[in-house]
């Protein structure tokens, strides 16, 4: 969760709005109550082919005309600048 910057609270909310419109199933693990699993209701299921739809229709826009050295330079330079933001938080922390 960390990686994401995002904490419980705020991943909690967001499932509990996913489980108010019925996008999601939240089920407890007989063993161990703690513990919880989710997975997509039917109605979410059937979101998921228009979102995965979308999202390549949307990726195929934006990567357009980008040559596919460019497209790896980018993520080569995106990945550093991750690196380097992660690393200087790291830094922060201690």
Known sequence: ME?????????ARTLLKLEN???IIRTVDEKDQRKKFIQLSPKGYSLKTVCSNLLCTWHET????????DIE?????LKTMALN?????ENEES
């Open 62 to 69: 934006l990567l357009k005309n980008i040559s596919e050295q």
């Open 85 to 89: 933001v992660t690393s200087n938080l």
């Open 21 to 23: 419109k019925e996008l």
């Open 3 to 11: 990686y994401f910057m995002l904490d419980k609270g705020a991943i």
């Open 73 to 77: 330079v980018f993520e080569r330079v």
